[in-house]
T-cell receptor
Framework: EAQVTQNPRYLITVTGKKLTVTCSQN?????MSWYRQDPGLGLRQIYY???????DKGDVPEGYKVSRKEKRNFPLILESPSPNQTSLYFC?????????????FGNGTRLTVT | SQQGEEDPQALSIQEGENATMNCSYK?????LQWYRQNSGRGLVHLIL?????REKHSGRLRVTLDTSKKSSSLLITASRAADTASYFC?????????????FGKGITLSVRP
């Protein structure tokens, strides 16, 4: 089954403790992206990757890192999480450029930073 | 910002009625997409309409695009309780080798049985 898999689904951590949220897709998609969703703010893009070893900042990249060593994986790294990073995070992928390719989303990771 | 803005923010209708949701944006776009999100889940792509298209249908969904007014509408006909969800429009702008997809803040649709 074609899918985007995120782990974990829920994560509670403390300020400053490094964490990684994994994302994997099995559709051989070139494009992958991370979003955060907050009430009243909609979805905001954190980072995206057009292909292996190519990553770019989205609209809210501060406090986050990503890597794209393999086509299928696009982990999101929070080196020193803070409470304002408490949010619902989504990974998404699409084939090629987005001019005609819809995004496929994972089921989300709800992160709480205390 | 080219961000789409949906209208209304929330909509409550009776099962069987039609639901119309609108999206406005500010800059030229290459295409516009509509997504649905069930509570706490990932977004699911519904339909994509290109800038040179005016109307598209998919099952009970009808999407229109008016580039002169920079607006789009999503019509769900004969709504069902299972259509209860949040709906997002997303605009795509391609510039050179890059493309940017920007989501609106969403519309919450409640369909009463």
């Amino acid at each position: 089954e074609a899918q985007v898999t995120q782990n974990p689904r829920y994560l509670i951590t403390v300020t400053g403790k490094k964490l990684t949220v994994t994302c994997s897709q099995n559709m051989n998609h070139e494009y992958m992206s991370w979003y955060r969703q907050d009430p009243g703010l909609g979805l905001r893009q954190i980072y995206y990757s057009m292909n292996v070893e190519v990553t770019d900042k989205g609209d809210v990249p501060e406090g986050y890192k990503v890597s794209r060593k393999e086509k299928r994986n696009f982990p999101l790294i929070l080196e020193s999480p803070s409470p304002n990073q408490t949010s619902l995070y989504f990974c998404a992928s699409s084939s090629g450029r987005q001019n005609n390719s819809p995004l496929h989303f994972g089921n989300g990771t709800r992160l709480t930073v205390t | 910002s080219q961000q789409g803005e949906e209208d209304p923010q929330a909509l409550s209708i009776q099962e069987g009625e039609n639901a119309t949701m609108n999206c406005s944006y500010k800059t030229s776009i290459n295409n516009l997409q509509w997504y649905r999100q069930n509570s706490g889940r990932g977004l699911v792509h519904l339909i994509l309409i290109r800038s040179n298209e005016r109307e598209k249908h998919s099952g009970r969904l009808r999407v229109t695009l008016d580039t002169s007014k920079k607006s789009s509408s999503l019509l769900i006909t004969a709504s069902r309780a299972a259509d209860t969800a949040s709906y997002f429009c997303a605009t795509v702008l391609v510039t050179g080798a890059n493309s940017k997809l920007t989501f609106g803040k969403g519309i919450t649709l409640s369909v009463r049985p």
